[in-house]
């Protein structure tokens, strides 16, 4: 069989694989496309739809494109669907939703950029040729019309079936007028080659060298929420590879690829970046639930304050001192600038504070105060440390490597022991505010709070304590502050 057999007959399981997963949604595609067509309209699915599709993959939505203009469709979709969105109509899309799907249906566009903003000078086109010529890369330029009867033709005048079939990220038109239409591009290159596994060809890996220092044309907030899908995808490392090695990395997250440091013949350690992308592998292999978007950050950001508290050591060695803290504080100032949650700040922030406390374990050599300490500090985020502690393993001696894990093993045990006794989630004063504002005879105020730490603290170090109890040691560090 040639070439062109072997491609064809490719091609054509493709496609079948296609028509199976896209008439999963075959009822809702043959109504909208008899609206559609009743209208004189047509319609088409396209993008991320046709080529998850394609792939096998599950798609949550629907995006489509059409030769009608928004406020024609308005007119059309609202007596069939169930409601409309307009949020998208400056740039010629309509939300419609029907049923239990939300789909987006846009207008086909022939758009012109500045190349200075990423917003373009909004026009419609004619053809779906203009509209697929103007999309990301060439596996995102495929549509199938939608017809009355379902599926329609297929449509792929760019190659987007072989790229996808050599699982290569290309672009419709030249690299260099793409991302300069939408630097952003060049992040989503680095996001698909994580979630879809796919490389970019030469000409895309050499222009996002080249044109690394646009992104920063774009908001911060497009940027992350790019960052979390390519850290949420299959294989984040390779995503985060091409950032780094293409200097995209150093316009959104220069940390990351800070973490590069020569090993020279004097002073051998382990490459902090190679490191910290090996404990991200191993994290994501230790989830239980699902892609963790908290824990994935951490395990790439752990060691982020290496660089910084790097020393020489007289004896030929390598230190760190205070990495965590250094890092937790960087972490904090990078996370804050792309505008992320308080809350998500703060637990990856606090998990690469917390990554090297168990190291001061030893063979089991805390005590019971430790460890309550190390449950009350890490609280919610606990089952999180557990795993970045365990992924942040990556020696390669064996014997270090099990002598580890043993002593991790042997701190969750511990750790279960005393939570059969103690609530160690919830480690709190055996008296509350109300209680020693009325033994103290005090109002509400500092003192309270000064009083209430003191009991926590002793919570932490004894274990629970009876009400008695409480109540002497509260007197008993009162008086003394008399």
Same mark, same amino acid.
């Given at each position: ?115 200075v903003s990423r917003n373009p000078q909004v026009r419609y086109g004619d ?129 990351v690829g800070g973490m590069r440091m020569a090993i020279d013949e004097h ?21 239980? $639930? ?5 824990? *994935?950050? @951490? /395990?790439? %950001? ?7 508290? &790097? +020393? ?79 992924? $942040? ?5 064996? *014997?270090? @490597? /099990?002598? %580890? ?7 969750? &045990? +511990? ?29 509400a105020g500092p003192q309270v709070g000064e009083a209430w730490r003191y ?28």
């Amino acid at each position: 069989m040639s070439d062109h057999d072997h491609d064809a007959g490719a091609d054509a399981e493709l496609l079948a694989r296609a028509a199976v997963a896209l008439n999963r949604d075959g009822d809702l595609l043959r109504d909208i496309g008899a609206v559609f067509a009743a209208a004189g309209h047509q319609l088409y699915l396209v993008g991320g739809s046709v080529r998850d599709a394609l792939l096998g993959r599950p798609s949550p939505d629907l995006d489509f494109t059409t030769d009608a203009r928004p406020e024609q469709m308005q007119a059309f979709l609202r007596p069939w669907a169930d409601a409309l969105w307009d949020t998208g109509i400056e740039f010629g899309t309509i939300g419609v939703g029907k049923r239990d799907h939300r789909l987006e249906i846009t207008t086909f566009r022939a758009d012109s950029y500045d190349q200075v903003s990423r917003n373009p000078q909004v026009r419609y086109g004619d053809r779906l040729e203009d509209d697929l010529v103007r999309r990301d890369f060439t596996v995102n330029a495929m549509a199938v019309a939608i017809t009355a009867d379902g599926l329609g033709a297929f449509h792929d005048p760019l190659g987007g079936l072989a790229a996808l079939r050599a699982r290569t990220l290309d672009t419709p038109s030249a690299p260099e007028v793409s991302f300069g239409d939408d630097p952003l591009r060049m992040l989503r290159a680095a996001r698909f080659t994580s979630q879809l596994q796919f490389q970019v060809a030469p000409r895309v890996l050499a222009a996002m060298t080249a044109m690394a220092a646009q992104l920063s044309r774009i908001t911060v907030e497009r940027v992350a929420v790019e960052l979390d899908k390519l850290l949420l995808g299959a294989d984040p490392v390779v995503g985060i590879d091409l950032m780094v090695q293409t200097g995209l990395g150093d316009v959104v997250l220069p940390e990351v690829g800070g973490m590069r440091m020569a090993i020279d013949e004097h002073h051998q350690h382990k490459d902090v970046y190679w490191h910290s992308l090996t404990v991200l592998r191993q994290a994501i292999d230790l989830e239980d $639930d699902g892609p963790d978007l908290v824990l *994935r950050w @951490a /395990a790439l %950001l752990h060691d982020i304050g290496k660089p910084a508290t &790097r +020393r020489h050591e007289p004896d030929g060695g390598v230190s760190f001192h205070h990495h965590e803290v250094v890092g937790a504080k960087m972490v904090r100032k990078r996370m804050r600038a792309l505008k992320y949650s308080k809350q998500m700040v703060e637990d990856v922030s606090q998990l690469v504070f917390l990554h090297l406390r168990f190291h001061g374990y030893g063979d089991g050599k805390w005590t019971d105060s430790a460890v309550r300490r190390y449950v009350t500090d890490a609280g919610p985020l606990l089952s999180r440390l557990h795993k970045l502690v365990r992924a $942040d393993c990556t020696t390669r001696n064996k *014997r270090r @490597a /099990a002598r %580890l894990q043993a002593n991790y093993d042997d701190l969750e &045990r +511990r750790i279960t022991e005393l939570a059969a006794q103690e609530d160690l989630q919830r480690v709190r004063p055996d008296l509350d505010g109300n209680e020693i504002m009325t033994l103290l005879g005090i109002p509400a105020g500092p003192q309270v709070g000064e009083a209430w730490r003191y009991l926590k603290e002793l919570r932490l170090d004894r274990g629970p304590m009876s009400h008695d109890e409480a109540v002497d040691e509260l007197m008993k560090w009162w008086n003394a502050k008399q």
